[in-house]
């Protein structure tokens, strides 16, 4: 020890001394072996230099860490295990016109001047406001709101007053085998009537790509059967989504046009999102009239969050029960977000908006709640509209849905390339012509293909690709 420049002569020195001699760390057995103190000096400035950036880059590290960023990873895969869409259709015109003059028209007469005979002035002038039309309504879409509140003001079985899928599917295959309307599950829509779903058994086919593959339906709009106003459009509303997912046709769906095929190219999507705090976003499932989120997130995330009702869609739960699917309806933020504006328009206008809520799908919400089951919205008229409108701009300018429904933290999705060509052929239509009019006896004699034009429709859905994978993490 004597060798060396210090000589430990305290027990401080000593500790400091044994230290430089027998750490593992740089720089500090340099500063105790060399001899003259200006080499010491200059070790030890560049020790403490080194150590000083090495803190700095430790906490930059520990800084950036704690910002919670996120990567967005996009994984292109080639699976095999992807499971075909439900496909939801729906003829955009909800009551057959046949069935509309035969029983609402009689109807109409017997309710004709029932109670309003002795009415005091100032019931008529409540009454008359009430009746205020709207002086800028496009004339079509007051038909359709003054439809949708029939249908469910009047609680008119649509199995009856819809179109049927029996006498509107001239042909189904899918993967070259034949199908038939008993594939389909019928439920009720506001706005449309009869729709009806189906779902392709998991597993039991493959899932390759091409249109051999797909799903290929031949559709009759029976045009003859729409409401003579109101409609300027004959087709169908269809939709591609996963089985598991209520359908909103209105909203997500497309619009089929007779005369044509529409082709459509599907691709499925995954989406898996991080809870918070990564991001600053937010995901988690709503369900019935409990919280359902990551562990984690429960007391950091949005601390007033109502139990949010999706049950408002329960309907489409138990129609897959009924029907052998016993697959649950998992949450999605559209369903949420429309249960909770209908939940607004109850709480603010005692309505509720008729084109995607029939009465019997309100009544088995409402009525589990012992509530009084609210009327529909007279969107037709002024006071009403009025209402709805300002509820509408409160709800989306105060984000109070948007607040309530947490982006799911698992989603799938089918991106979807549509076309459409002219069909048919007038050569083809000559040769299929009998076979369609024996197979639906209600498709009037339509001897030309230009005829059958304004009728027909046909859809083909097929994967393009395998499926593409969205992770944020
Ligand atoms: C595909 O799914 C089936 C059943 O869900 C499973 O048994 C099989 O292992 C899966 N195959 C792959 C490659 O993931
Ligand atoms: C009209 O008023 C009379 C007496 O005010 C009442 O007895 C009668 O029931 C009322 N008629 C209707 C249709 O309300
Ligand atoms: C209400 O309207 C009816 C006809 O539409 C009219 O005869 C009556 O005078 C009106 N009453 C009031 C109070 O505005
Ligand atoms: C609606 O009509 C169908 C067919 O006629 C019938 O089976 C069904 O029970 C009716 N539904 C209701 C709620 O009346
Ligand atoms: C249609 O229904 C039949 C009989 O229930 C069944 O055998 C067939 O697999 C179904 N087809 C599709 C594509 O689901
Ligand atoms: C969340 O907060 C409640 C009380 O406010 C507490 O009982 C619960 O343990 C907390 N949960 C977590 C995951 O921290
Ligand atoms: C609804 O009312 C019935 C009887 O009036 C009562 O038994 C039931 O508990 C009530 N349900 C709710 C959810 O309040
Ligand atoms: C629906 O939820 C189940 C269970 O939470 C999950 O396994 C499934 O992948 C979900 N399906 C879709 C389409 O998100």
């Not at 709009?221 to 509303?237: K, V």
């Not at 909203?251 to 046009?257: A, I, K, N, R």
Request: with cysteine; proline share 5%.
């Amino acid at each position: 020890m004597a060798e060396h420049g210090w000589e430990p002569n305290s027990r401080r020195r000593k500790l400091l001394f044994d230290f430089a001699e027998y750490t593992s760390a740089h720089g500090f057995i340099g500063i105790q072996r060399t001899k003259s103190s200006f080499k010491r000096a200059l070790w030890a400035l560049a020790t403490l230099a080194m150590w000083g950036l090495c803190m700095y880059q430790i906490f930059v590290a520990v800084g950036k860490y704690f910002e919670y960023n996120t990567v967005v990873s996009i994984q292109i895969k080639h699976s095999t295990n992807v499971s075909f869409p439900a496909v939801t259709l729906c003829n955009l015109n909800p009551l057959r016109a046949s069935w509309h003059l035969s029983n609402l028209m009689k109807s109409k007469k017997e309710n004709v001047l029932s109670d309003k005979k002795n009415w005091t002035e100032e019931q008529w002038r409540e009454f008359n406001i009430t009746q205020q039309k709207p002086d800028d309504m496009n004339e079509e879409d007051e038909i359709k709101y003054k439809t949708f509140e029939l249908i469910y003001s009047k609680n008119i079985n649509l199995t009856e007053a819809g179109h049927s899928l029996d006498k509107m599917l001239l042909e189904c295959t899918f993967q070259s085998s034949k199908c038939s309307a008993a594939n389909f599950t019928r439920w009720h829509h506001g706005t449309y009537g009869n729709c009806y779903t189906m779902i392709i058994p998991r597993n039991k086919y493959p899932s390759f790509i091409g249109p051999l593959y797909g799903l290929s339906l031949t559709l009759y709009a029976q045009d003859f059967e729409y409401m003579p106003t109101g409609w300027s459009t004959a087709g169908f509303r269809v939709e591609v989504h996963p089985a598991e997912y209520v359908p909103f046709p209105e909203d997500q769906g497309f619009t089929v046009s007779p005369g044509a095929v529409t082709s459509v190219a599907v691709k499925q999507v995954r989406v898996d999102r991080m809870p918070l705090p990564y991001d600053g976003t937010d995901c988690g499932d709503v369900k019935g009239d409990d919280v359902v989120l990551p562990p984690e997130t429960v007391n950091q995330s949005l601390p007033h969050r109502e139990p949010v009702l999706q049950n408002m869609f329960q309907f489409y739960s138990d129609v897959l029960r009924r029907d052998g699917y016993l697959e649950k309806v998992n949450y999605t933020t559209q369903a949420c977000i429309k249960s909770c504006y209908q939940r607004q328009l109850v709480k603010r206008c005692s309505c509720v908006d008729p084109s995607f809520v029939t009465r019997e799908q309100a009544r088995r919400y409402f009525e589990p709640r012992n509530m009084s089951l609210p009327d529909a919205c007279k969107m037709a008229y002024l006071s009403s509209l009025r209402c709805v409108r300002k509820v509408v701009k409160e709800t989306t300018e105060q984000g109070m849905c948007e607040a309530e429904c947490p982006q799911s933290c698992y989603e799938q999705e089918y991106l979807q390339r549509i076309t459409s060509n002219l069909w048919p052929r007038t050569s083809y239509y000559a040769s299929i012509k009998d076979v369609w009019q024996d197979q639906l006896p209600s498709m009037e004699a339509m001897n030309e293909a230009t005829k059958v034009r304004t009728n027909i429709a046909k859809l083909e859905i097929y994967f393009e690709a395998r499926h593409l994978l969205l992770q944020f993490q």
